[in-house]
């Protein structure tokens, strides 16, 4: 069983690693902003390329949010082989703990085959909440 936050396709594989904010969160108006730092690495012989994105975030409330878009970070990166792509990102939520899941799009250049990476779900916890 791989790690929380831990992602593999064939040759794509994907890391999370969250961080909760303190600073620009304020429990007293029920906002927990993290961060998500991405790493993308390319273990393919081939380039391929970040198209789309689509994340599932679950509050601890329950609530779903579903976030689609092109690329990420306003990019969509082209990854040689043997390379890595990394990003930071952030989600708000209305309570100190959630989960976040989803999946890239990207195109193999060469074949200018589709396909698509899930990314593993990755916790989300302020502090003082059970890991």
């Known amino acids: 069983m791989k ?3 831990e992602s593999e396709s064939p040759a ?8 909760f904010q303190a600073e620009e969160s304020s429990p007293t108006e029920q906002r927990y902003v993290f961060s998500y730092t991405v790493t993308v690495h390319n273990h393919s012989r081939q380039s391929v ?4 994105r689509h994340w599932k975030i679950t509050q601890g409330s329950g609530k779903v949010q579903e ?19 990394r990003y930071t990102s952030r989600a708000v ?26 990314i593993a779900p990755f ?6 909440q059970v890991h």
Do not use: W
């Open 3 to 5: 790690p929380m936050g």
């Open 67 to 85: 976030v689609r878009g092109k690329g990420v970070v306003g990019k969509q990166p082209l990854i040689g082989p043997g390379q890595t792509f």
């Open 12 to 19: 794509i594989r994907i890391d999370v690693q969250p961080e």
């Open 49 to 52: 390329q970040l198209l789309a």
């Open 93 to 118: 939520l209305d309570g100190p703990v959630g989960v976040m899941e989803g999946a890239y799009t990207c195109i193999e250049t060469a074949s200018q085959t589709h396909f698509e990476v899930p």
């Open 123 to 128: 916790r989300l916890a302020g502090p003082n």
